[in-house]
């Protein structure tokens, strides 16, 4: 017993330091410095999810030594003969099934018989945006993330499909709803590793003439941040403290580095409905700091109802994840039918505060049914359950752009999302939001090369 208990011991040592590496190298790739690092991997300790997540890695660890150790004893009493069958028989052999099963799920799942005409002479190649912003005054904008090696040149790539306006993302970290505080900037207006490369990305950026929403979100390790609860007003104001210190922060960033929008909010339900009186009074500060124009992201599900800073705002943020169809693989028609219940409460919500609708952030991933649930995420193995379909993602992109584009209290999209660490081989069996080397790319260029008619 002693002896099966050692090596599962220093497999299970082995796989928190390996995960610790991990981790680290993923945090500093992320601008964090090494201590940042360090101290978001404490914090994730306290996460159960995360303890899940070991746990398993440490079982996959162990199967694989167990499988490892089984054919080198093999070896040793009776030779590679006998080693090479078994290997083969008990091993290699299920391997290849369940890797062909696999490859005939992917097969069968991302087969899409969808022709789509790509037009090139839309596209932008000039490496600097056309600006039709100070036009038409739409956003023609990009939730863009992977930053993570300091590689601009993907600009170029966004400036192509007319992109003009990016929203850059800082985190920050909670670990769930019923926390009390969420990590703080050591020292007000000093910038971290990670704040130096939201500085750095905005700065080129805006060499290439297209403008920025800085854009912080809240990001829980579980639960959702709209659901975000406390037992008693103490508790709540220890919650908006830590709140107010971040967006302090992040408005004096986007006040030094001259960002034209600044969202001081997304999806924040809770607190708006327990703390109205706080956010009017961190509007205030914000603007002692920043003077450039502002929004919230209210959520499409009726949040926007609890947002009683509005008149404070230059545009009502809709996070526009609404439910458009009931059934997959929609047409055109069905997709704009869908949007006719929104679009009327929209133009409600504009006239009722004098105020534009900007969505802040509007996705659809390339699956069958993307827009009967927009909001919902999938995950890396979504391919073995889920049909996917460029051309619902595509056709619900030009009904979003059909049905909007040309209203005068419209100010234009975020598109969730763009990755620029995203590879054109893999787009065949890609299944997530991101447009990119997919029909909907060519489809949100084409609407943002036309000039709103209004």
């Known amino acids: 017993m002693k002896k099966e208990f050692f090596p599962a011991f220093i497999v299970y040592i082995f796989s928190w330091l390996l995960s610790l590496v991990l981790v680290l190298i993923g945090a500093m790739s992320q601008g964090l410095s090494f201590s940042e690092s360090l101290s978001f991997f404490g914090k994730a300790l306290t996460s159960t999810n995360f303890a899940v997540a070991i746990h398993i890695f440490f079982v996959l660890l162990y199967l694989i030594f167990l499988v490892v150790r089984y054919f080198l004893r093999t070896y040793r009493k009776r030779g590679f003969k006998i080693m090479s069958k078994q290997l083969s028989l008990r091993f290699l052999m299920p391997v290849l ?10 097969f069968k799942n991302s087969f899409e018989h969808f022709e789509y005409n790509w037009i090139q002479t839309v596209e932008n190649r000039t490496g600097i945006s056309n600006d039709l912003y100070q036009i038409d005054g739409k956003h023609r904008g990009m939730s863009v993330f992977g930053w993570f090696n300091r590689d601009f040149s993907a600009i170029d790539d966004l400036i192509k499909t007319n992109t003009e306006w990016v929203a850059v993302i800082p985190f920050l970290d909670q670990e769930n709803e019923e926390s009390l505080e969420m990590r703080t900037p050591r020292e007000f207006g000093k910038w971290s590793r ?31 941040r709209s659901n975000v609860k406390h037992t008693n007003h103490e508790n709540w104001d220890i919650w908006f403290e830590s709140y107010r210190k971040n967006m302090l922060h992040y408005a004096r960033m986007a006040a030094e580095t001259d960002v034209e929008l600044f969202c001081i909010g997304t999806e924040l339900r809770s607190s708006l409905e327990k703390q109205p ?4 009074l961190l509007v205030q500060e914000i603007k002692t700091l920043y003077h450039g124009k502002l929004t919230y992201a209210a959520n499409w599900d009726g949040e926007y109802d609890f947002v009683e800073f509005w008149n404070e705002m230059d545009y009502i943020g809709i996070q526009a994840y609404f439910p458009l169809t009931n059934k997959p693989n929609p047409d055109l028609q069905q997709i704009k039918q869908g949007w006719k219940k929104h679009t ?10 004098g105020k534009p609708i900007l ?17 919902e995420w999938g995950s890396s193995l979504s391919i073995l359950s889920k049909q996917k379909s460029d051309k619902t993602q595509q056709l619900a992109y ?32 890609n299944l997530d939001f ?21």
């Not at 990119?436 to 790319?441: N, S, Y």
């Open 194 to 224: 990670r704040d130096s490369l939201h500085i750095k990305t905005i700065s080129a950026l805006r060499e290439k003439k297209i403008h920025v929403m800085l854009k912080p979100h809240l990001w829980l390790g579980s639960g959702w």
């Open 359 to 375: 969505f802040t952030e509007i996705g659809y991933k390339s699956e069958s049914s993307g827009t009967i649930k927009p909001w």
């Open 344 to 353: 009327t409460m929209l133009s409600n919500l504009s006239k009722k505060h």
């Open 434 to 454: 991101s447009p990119r080397f997919k029909p909907a790319e060519n489809t949100i260029a084409k609407w943002y090369n036309q000039v709103a008619d209004e």
């Open 398 to 429: 030009q009904a979003l752009y059909e049905e909007f584009w040309d209203k005068n209290w419209f100010a234009g999209t975020y598109i969730w999302q763009w990755n620029t660490q995203t590879k054109k081989e893999n787009a065949p069996t």
């Open 97 to 106: 099934l369940i890797f062909g099963i696999y490859k005939l799920l992917v």
């Open 277 to 280: 009186k706080k956010w009017l």
